[in-house]
């Protein structure tokens, strides 16, 4: 493993997961981060809210939508009880001051997923442990504050899925199989793949390939697996190397300035308190990350990451404890 040093001036807090080396109007040089093999990489953390008006938020579908940010459902608010379900719609237009939008449009969930299609949010799926539902129906909304039904699945409900964009088509991937659609609203069956995950996989499009990785079996076990497709239909697993990362649920995988970083995460009780980057999907390096200043090493789970304003912005989510109110952003210089 490459065992990467951060060298600090300052270092805030953030929900016991990464070290920050600046406020939001810091424009100086960010923490240095040094391999061992004489490759440097700086990078520069910067917390852009500690708690704003949408309070603690994770286990949300978010996306960038007509210019704002966009935080659909999972859990809002401010303190316990950290783990319902919403249907609160909210919108900013910088990424961390919040307006409420709606709510009640549909019924409250997690685990559901948010995409623009055509010139309008499409929310599809999700489950709410609250009352044990899970959801096959197709919303969609053009400002956020009327949401409209637009039908069900043919093959019946999806949640903790993953819909992404690759090569002019939308693919929903749930259980295995692969479906694919122009519209977010008609799906058509693809294939059903190898895969171990039935669910929790992120998907990620890199190099002009579809990827899956990590996820939950049907038996309640996690994987690392990493699975490849260039056409949509035919998979193959892909061999890892280096600092192959512990099987887990509830990361995320982003693309950022040519690379591909996934965070987070959590495996059981486990909670992770790592970044992993890669440049072609195989080779993975880890960030060794320093204890905070307090000497805790909290990790994150079930938050969001996005490529916003050419930054990878971290918005809440999970600690071991409680839920997030925090926003971060990472930038690779």
């Known amino acids: 493993m490459k065992t990467l040093k951060f060298i600090f001036a300052l270092t805030l807090f953030f929900s016991g997961f990464i070290l920050i080396s600046c406020d939001t109007d810091d424009s100086s040089a960010g923490p240095e981060i040094?391999?061992?093999?004489?490759?440097?990489?700086s990078l520069l953390f910067t917390t852009q809210t500690e708690e704003d008006q949408i309070g603690e938020f994770a286990n949300n579908a978010m996306v960038a939508y007509d210019g704002s940010i966009w935080v659909v459902g999972?859990?809002?608010?401010?303190?316990?009880?950290?783990?319902?379900?919403?249907?609160?719609?909210?919108?900013?237009?910088?990424?961390?001051?919040?307006?409420?939008?709606?709510?009640?449009?549909?019924?409250?969930?997690?685990g559901h997923?948010?995409?623009?299609?055509?010139?309008?949010?499409?929310?599809?799926?999700?489950?709410?442990?609250?009352?044990?539902?899970?959801?096959?129906?197709?919303?969609t909304s053009i400002d956020g504050l009327s949401w409209v039904l637009e039908g069900t699945l043919p093959f019946g409900s999806v949640y903790h899925h993953t819909v992404t964009e690759f090569n002019g088509r939308w693919y929903l991937i749930y259980a295995s199989s692969v479906f694919s659609s122009i519209n977010g609203v008609d799906w058509t069956f693809e294939t059903t793949t190898g895969?171990?995950?039935?669910?929790?996989?992120?998907?990620?499009?890199?190099?002009n390939a579809l990827y899956v990785v990590g996820g939950l079996t049907a038996s309640n076990s996690r994987v690392n697996e990493v699975w490849k497709t260039t056409d949509g239909s035919i998979?193959?697993?892909?061999?890892?190397?280096?600092?192959?990362?512990?099987?887990?649920?509830?990361?995320?995988?982003?693309?950022?300035?040519?690379k591909v970083f996934m965070i987070g995460g959590r495996a059981g009780t486990t909670i992770f308190r790592e970044i992993f980057y890669t440049n072609d999907m195989e080779n993975w390096t880890q960030y060794d990350l320093e204890e905070d200043t307090d000497g805790t090493s909290d990790g994150l789970y079930a938050h969001n990451t996005l490529l916003y304003r050419d930054a990878l912005w971290i918005f809440?989510?999970?600690?071991?404890?409680?839920?997030?109110?925090?926003?971060?952003?990472?930038?690779e210089e």
């Open 316 to 331: 809440g989510g999970y600690n071991s404890t409680q839920a997030s109110s925090e926003i971060l952003s990472i930038t």
């Open 74 to 110: 999972g859990h809002i608010g401010f303190g316990p009880p950290y783990f319902t379900s919403t249907s609160q719609v909210w919108r900013s237009e910088n990424g961390a001051n919040w307006l409420s939008v709606s709510s009640e449009q549909f019924p409250a969930r997690t």
């Open 195 to 207: 895969f171990a995950a039935a669910n929790f996989q992120k998907a990620v499009v890199f190099d």
């Open 113 to 139: 997923s948010l995409n623009v299609i055509d010139g309008k949010m499409v929310m599809i799926g999700g489950i709410n442990p609250d009352t044990s539902e899970d959801f096959a129906d197709i919303w």
């Open 34 to 41: 040094i391999t061992d093999d004489g490759e440097d990489l």
């Open 235 to 258: 998979w193959e697993e892909v061999s890892l190397s280096g600092d192959i990362y512990t099987p887990r649920v509830n990361h995320t995988v982003t693309t950022y300035n040519g």
